[in-house]
């Protein structure tokens, strides 16, 4: 009787702890979106990254920023992509180019919003050991 009652003791203060934890916001994952690392190398303390990006129809990146720098070229279909403000910043056709600068004070998004699948081929140039984009909350035009 004494350990059911420690066990329920316990069970109810976990779930009184979980209760009372801060929510997070919940991140916006992509969907349809795959990568394949073709190169990748360190120099000093910058890590650079060659990687294929294909985002099936429909398919988006979610809402994410990159700690580093970005270069990019469409090699196949149409990038539609979004600022923080749901305005977009550009349509990237095959042989367009796209810059994206480093920090959270750019968070965006990137969607094919065509019938085939959009191929973008980007180099990016990180502090190193951090990941190559980070989640962010999708903002309230969202």
Not at 67 to 86: N, P, Q, R
Request: charged share 15%; with cysteine; net charge negative.
């Amino acid at each position: 009787m004494r350990r059911q009652y420690r066990i329920a003791l316990a069970a109810t203060a976990a779930a009184l702890t979980l209760g009372l934890m801060p929510a997070t916001a919940a991140a916006t994952p992509s969907e349809g979106v795959t990568g394949e690392i073709i190169a990748q190398a360190t120099v000093g303390d910058k890590d650079y990254i060659l990687r294929k990006i294909t985002i099936a129809p429909n398919g988006t990146t979610g809402w994410h920023f990159h700690d580093g720098m970005l270069y990019g070229i469409v090699t196949e279909g149409t990038l539609t992509h979004y600022k923080s403000d749901c305005t977009t910043d550009g349509i990237y056709n095959a042989g367009g180019t796209i810059v994206e600068p480093s920090g959270n004070d750019y968070v965006h998004m990137g969607r094919n919003i065509g019938p085939t699948p959009m191929v973008l081929h980007v180099l990016y140039v990180l502090p190193s050991g951090k990941p190559m984009s980070e989640d962010a909350t999708a903002p309230a035009c969202a």
